[in-house]
């Protein structure tokens, strides 16, 4: 496959879903959940005479007297109820939780979890600084890695060249929760961030076997052969593995979607969604970044 030959093409695809998503992020925000804004989020079940959502929130609405919205999802597969509502008190778990039964005799509680606004900011920071300083230090690891292939490219191009494809490939995945949470209620929590560092876990070890297999025949080529037919070669040598590693991971989280637990769903849509985009970049859009950064350095070395 001649991929370096087209890879205008392919770099252009990844800019334009890269501004597309940044601009869908930047526009519509994120419905932050919990973790992030602060609230309750109550995890229950009732397994007889199962209630509906709309009559569950009716009634938090008529006999539990919240200031602000209350949200009632219910997993069917598992026969849960997840409610979210503004912070509560204690006293006030206590007491809703004694109107509920006697409201629903079969209620019982799973999980309970409110988190105050100021502690939620703070998550949200932390979560921010995690996904920052982990671009950051991927970059300065690859660069180390590769500190012994300075031609014809030095090995610190290497590293941005990673960063750069690791953004392309948790912008994506965040633009789609971006637009699921505006016409959903769609949220992200500490889950996203994780579902964010698992993708760059994935991505970053299929650009470096591309690029670790580019490194081995850059060395035995000692530049007998044009930059660009090396990093093409040594794609196509790799691409098979990649592709196949990665298909394999998709098919897997794709039944993992349809038959999981419905509070791991968006977890896992993102994981699918990274992971795709992840396949792209470490085939289409790290290595040819690096020769048209190497064909841009030598054109201005010659002027």
């Known amino acids: 496959m001649k991929i370096i030959n087209h890879r205008k093409i392919y770099l252009s695809i990844a800019g334009i879903l890269v501004v597309a998503s940044l601009v869908v992020v930047i526009v519509l925000g994120f419905n932050q959940g919990v973790d ?3 609230g309750t989020l109550w995890q229950f079940e009732i397994p007889e005479k199962i209630p509906t959502t709309t009559q569950l929130e009716d009634f938090f609405r008529a006999k539990i007297i919240i200031e602000g919205d209350i949200k009632v999802s ?5 026969n849960n109820f997840f409610a979210r509502m503004p912070v509560i008190t204690e006293s006030d778990h206590q007491t809703f939780t004694l109107i509920l039964k006697d409201q629903y005799p079969s209620f019982s509680e799973l999980s309970f979890q409110s988190i105050g606004p100021s502690i939620g900011e703070r998550l949200k920071r932390n979560a921010i600084w995690a996904v920052i300083l982990s ?3 991927v970059s300065i690891y690859i660069a180390f890695a590769f500190r012994k292939t300075s031609k014809p490219i030095s090995s610190w191009k290497y590293g941005v060249v990673t960063m750069t ?6 912008v994506i995945p965040a633009a ?3 637009l699921l949470g505006r016409f959903s209620i769609v949220e992200i929590d500490s889950n996203f961030i994780v579902a964010i560092l698992v993708i760059m876990g994935f991505s970053v070890h299929d650009t470096i076997v591309v690029f670790d297999r580019a490194r081995e025949n850059l060395s035995l080529d000692r530049g007998k052969t ?9 794609i196509n040598q ?3 593995r990649s592709i196949n590693t990665s298909v394999t991971l998709i098919f897997v989280l794709i039944a993992l979607y349809f038959v999981g637990p419905i509070n791991l769903k968006y977890f896992i849509l993102v994981l699918i969604v990274g992971v795709s985009a992840g396949v792209y970049s470490s085939i289409f859009v790290a290595s040819p ?8 350095q030598f054109k201005r070395e010659n002027r």
């Open 36 to 38: 992030f804004r602060g």
């Open 74 to 78: 219910h997993d069917q597969a598992n």
């Open 135 to 137: 671009l950051i230090g």
């Open 165 to 170: 494809t690791l953004f392309h490939d948790i």
């Open 176 to 178: 789609l929760l971006a």
């Open 226 to 234: 044009e930059f660009g037919e090396v990093i093409n070669s040594s």
């Open 238 to 240: 790799t691409i098979a």
């Open 289 to 296: 970044l690096l020769v048209v950064w190497h064909n841009w």
